[in-house]
């Protein structure tokens, strides 16, 4: 078997200052450690599922008035115990001083644990907090942060002195920059059950994280509107066989089909759950197995129902040298995400597969509150 390494553009892996400053806030994020929000209004701020009481202090000394947690409305609405305006882009609740301990904040963030909260009495949300929570989503952490205004000369102070600060603007700007940054890295025959003539094509954007995947069944590139799967990577149904969604069937059954037609190309997208990551889906589930849907259960924890980048997939495509296709899929949602990225899209052909008996209720879900045309 003969592996094709692709050489990226040489200083490529660097990227550019902004989206240097994106990946290192995302990395602070990830360890609980406050970033500055640079802003007309700047914050500074933390996520609360992972900030520590080093990280309190620190908000404690460098702001300069009251600290704030950030919820999306939903998740807001539950630990508020009333109704909140749906349609504002975050709910800011204040912080008593001394900041509140770090296991609350957990628990407010996250409706899976224990619910044992204090009462929360809501403020004017800052301008910057849309940003504050892409930082949380990018992490692939629970979009709820605490924040506060910064105190000025805050980076001459010793216990700024080593603090970033990212714009805002760059944190809402990146997951366009993200795609357009997508280039391939290896290229290889594996020959599959269904498909003896496949290969894979691995993508790489400039954040180096989890690669994206092209599937190619023959020559796709080379026939006028090949049959294309889009596919978010679905680790419980696509490698366990999980009983609870249809993934696993329609990955395969794509395969398949396009081994009968004589090509195609599955784009998989490393945008598990919907783009909400491998373990906000698993926290999904239990609030499911609690009696919410699909789309109740991401919004609960603060996601909106689908989180997916498309941009993504119109990069690989481009690569590919597929400039038209045949969408292999029941989501008219994803063709239009699909069309808005440029994607030109000949077809909708239908993807459908039987309920097994377990996934039955989220399939009448796909079809009522996603409008996928199935059954």
Not at 283 to 303: I, P, S
Request: aromatic letters at 4%; hydrophobic letters at 50%; glycine letters at 8%.
């Amino acid at each position: 078997m003969t592996m094709t390494s692709i050489d990226p553009t040489p200083g490529a892996t660097l990227g550019t200052p902004r989206t240097r400053a994106v990946h290192r806030a995302i990395a602070e994020a990830r360890r609980g450690v406050p970033v500055v929000l640079a802003a007309r209004h700047p914050l500074i701020i933390v996520p609360a599922e992972t900030v520590g009481a080093e990280g309190l202090r620190l908000i404690d000394i460098l702001s300069n008035g009251h600290a704030m947690l950030l919820l999306a409305p939903a998740r807001a609405a539950a630990v508020l115990r009333h109704d909140v305006p749906e349609t504002a882009r975050a709910i800011a609740m204040k912080l008593a001083r001394p900041l509140i301990d770090a296991a609350t904040l957990k628990r407010a963030a996250d409706p899976t644990m224990e619910q044992i909260l204090p009462e929360f009495d809501t403020v004017a949300a800052p301008a910057e907090a849309e940003a504050a929570l892409a930082l949380g989503k990018l992490a692939r952490l629970l979009p709820a942060m605490v924040v506060a205004p910064v105190r000025p000369g805050w980076a001459s102070r010793k216990e700024g002195a080593d603090l970033l600060s990212v714009p805002a603007a760059d944190l809402l700007a990146y997951p366009a920059e993200l795609a357009a940054s997508l280039m391939k890295v290896a290229e290889v025959a594996v020959p599959l059950d269904a498909a003896r003539d496949a290969r894979l094509i691995a993508f790489r954007a400039l954040d180096q994280g989890i690669e994206h995947m092209a599937i190619l069944v023959g020559r796709p590139e080379t026939q006028d509107a090949p049959l294309v799967r889009v596919h978010s990577e679905c680790f419980t149904g696509d490698l366990l066989g999980s009983l609870r969604c249809d993934c696993g069937p329609q990955l395969q059954g794509a395969i398949s089909r396009m081994a009968q037609e004589g090509g195609g190309a599955v784009l998989y997208l490393a945008q598990e759950g919907r783009g909400i990551g491998l373990i906000n889906k698993l926290r999904a589930y239990t609030l499911q197995d609690e009696g919410l849907d699909t789309v109740d259960a991401n919004r609960a924890l603060g996601w909106q129902a689908d989180e997916r980048n498309f941009h993504i997939a119109a990069a690989m495509l481009e690569a590919l040298g597929i400039g038209r296709i045949r969408l292999l899929t029941n989501n008219p949602e994803k063709v239009a995400g699909l069309a808005a990225c440029g994607v030109e899209i000949a077809e909708r052909v239908p993807h459908e597969f039987a309920p097994n008996g377990v996934n039955d209720a989220y399939l009448r879900t796909k079809a009522s509150r996603f409008g996928h045309l199935i059954g």
